[in-house]
């Protein structure tokens, strides 16, 4: 297994990763580098709880996802009968089993639960699964430069870590973080048209811990 499968089921078990409204990030690059609209062919890596599924239809984009978590896709396929044909549970390290290329495949954060190997694997399968210029984005993939790099045990290369017991990665099982190079690397066969780094660092509750991830855009 390619992803911390048992992990994160556990965690959407619980409804500790129960998110509603769409990620912000996701809003503002798909409207300033694809502009959803009707007809759009989306593919989401890691849908979890369905949080941006509400913003890709009310566009009226043809939404699919890849999930890995049985707890998650049950919820979706109750919540959206109509999405039961495009909401898949498996592996999108291994296969991406849809008919036919989209216009946008995206994540956010769902590809930094794996290694550096099952990335590079994965991102194989999304150039061929993309339309000739089509768009990979990918948001909050954490950064070296993230406190919690240090923090975490080494795991099956230098970019991934694991053994978090304590604060968000608790309990998530492998968790991968790039610098600008390895992103480059990883992306090497697209066109990188944009690629930003955000460092935060907290005031409280715990003071000076810094938070630091990366937001891109690479086209086919």
């Not at 992803?3 to 500790?16: I, K």
């Not at 503002?28 to 239809?57: D, H, Q, T």
Request: hydrophobic content about 35%; charged content about 20%; some cysteine.
């Amino acid at each position: 297994m390619s992803y911390s499968r048992e992990e994160w089921e556990n965690t959407y078990r619980r409804g500790d990763q129960d998110i509603r409204w769409p990620w912000s990030n996701v809003v503002s690059y798909a409207m300033n580098y694809v502009r959803p609209r009707s007809g759009l062919r989306v593919l989401e890596l890691g849908c979890g709880s369905g949080a941006n599924i509400p913003f890709f239809r009310s566009m009226g984009c043809e939404y699919h996802s890849i999930e890995g978590s049985p707890t998650c896709v049950e919820r979706i396929w109750g919540a959206y009968p109509d999405l039961r044909e495009h909401v898949h549970l498996g592996d999108f390290t291994t296969a991406i089993p849809i008919a036919g290329q989209f216009d946008l495949i995206f994540d956010r954060g769902a590809l930094t639960c794996n290694t550096t190997t099952a990335i590079r694997d994965a991102l194989v399968i999304v150039h061929g699964k993309l339309k000739p210029s089509g768009k990979y984005i990918g948001i909050d993939w954490f950064s070296t430069q993230d406190a919690e790099f240090q923090r975490g045990e080494p795991a099956e290369d230098p970019n991934t870590r694991t053994g978090y017991v304590e604060g968000g990665f608790a309990g998530q099982g492998r968790i991968h973080f790039s610098d600008a190079v390895h992103i480059m690397d990883l992306f090497q066969q697209f066109t990188m048209i944009a690629l930003r780094h955000t460092v935060t660092k907290a005031e409280l509750p715990r003071e000076g811990l810094q938070h630091a991830s990366w937001n891109l855009v690479a086209e086919k």
